[in-house]
């Protein structure tokens, strides 16, 4: 991890005390008093926190935050400046500054403010070690959103993660029901054993009873040596059965055998196997309406749904988009070995505005396309959002959009953007959820 400080500052008698004072506490200080030379080091070298001035010989500082943070997302800034406007402070910390100190001779508020923002680059690096150390999967902090609807899933989900229950998860396509099997995984006890997820509908229900049991030498023409199932996989691990609606009736009570027994048979054998793998069940279809139906076992339905979490679409957590649409553009920046672009205002605006009909995988995907087109940073032409999904224009999406943006507006502050709507705070939380 990286203890460098960039002070980007053109009173250089100024910067020279914060570098001396900022070296005797054994950090690691460079200066520079342009944003172009700030640029030149950002790209060059790792930078953890950065003191910067506002007005630069060539731009605004507090313009220039927005940039470093659509490319340095864990870098942390701290404004420095001898206006004491309000305006300033807002703007900076709107646009991910971390701090807004005025400038005086009493460094000490400059030492505090230091030491809290590598603190928090320090929990950051923290947190992605965590996150590579069980192989690999995705954790609870690799879901990204925090806002209050994505904030309840995480709670249930964390909670659920650390007993052996088995979980439901039900959400439209593309709102993240794979991601979150995963964490719960990873938040298990089970989480230094396998993870095996299968999508139910993708594939025919023979190859399906192959796949999830295995099979015997000789089960069927072309079966010439055993085959281990994804049961037998994830034994001691966790089973992830994606759309778990598509699956016949017979399949499902071969479901019910391992969560009633721990036990299975494979194609073409006579003795029964074990398995102590824990189920994770997600599906985007009614499955109390296909239990009606006579489509799904009412005996499964019970047996999977103790503990359902439910993930709302992205229309309905419209503010987690900045943080979400910031966090794919540098993942699909690095995967396309491209520069990461600037994402303009209007674009940011209109990805808040879209109804999301296919959610997260949509957004990574407009994303994408646009990135492909684009030169340097993203603008409103670049967008191409796919105008047959875009159908819903229900009044309460309409009314979701318009509290999501208040509360943008007021930088997430509930209080304030009730008293903007006219609204108490009680009837916000009732419909942001
Ligand atoms: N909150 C989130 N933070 C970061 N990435 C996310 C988040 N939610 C979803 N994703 C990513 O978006 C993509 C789609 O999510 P995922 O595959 O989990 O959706 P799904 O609900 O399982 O979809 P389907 O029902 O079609 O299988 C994945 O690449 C996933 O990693």
Known sequence: MSNQILIIENNLDQSKKYRLLLQA????????????SAKAILKSSQVAVIILAIDLPDGCGIEFIKEIKQQHIDTQIVLFTNNNSINNAVCSIRYGALEYIIKGEDFSELIVSIERAMKIVLEKFNDSLRFTEIG?????HSIIGE??????????????A??????????????????????????????????????????????????????KAGAFTGALKDKKGLFEEADMGTIFLDEIGDMDLLLQSKILRV????????????????????????????LLDAVKKGKFREDLYYRISSFIINIPPLRERLSDIPKLSVFFVRKIAQRLHMPIPIITDPFMNSLINHNWPGNIRELTNVLEKAMILSTGSLTLDLLDFNEKENISSSLQVMEHRFINNILIDCMGNKRKAARKLGISIATLYKKIG
């Open 136 to 140: 690999g999967l995705r954790n609870f």
């Open 25 to 36: 506490k054994g950090y690691c200080v460079t200066e520079v008093d342009t944003i172009k």
């Open 147 to 160: 806002s209050q609807t994505i904030q309840k899933v995480k709670f249930l989900g964390e909670k659920v």
């Open 259 to 286: 969560l009633e027994n721990k036990s299975f048979i494979k194609m073409g054998d006579t003795k029964t196997a074990k398995t102590d793998c824990r189920i994770i069940a997600a599906t985007h279809v009614d």
């Open 162 to 215: 650390i007993t052996n229950a088995t979980v439901l998860l039900l959400g439209e396509t593309g709102v993240g029901k794979d991601i979150l099997a995963e964490a719960i995984h990873s938040g298990s006890s089970r989480s230094k054993h396998a993870f095996v997820a299968i999508n139910c509908s993708a594939i025919g229900q023979e190859m399906l009873e192959c796949e999830l049991f295995g099979y």
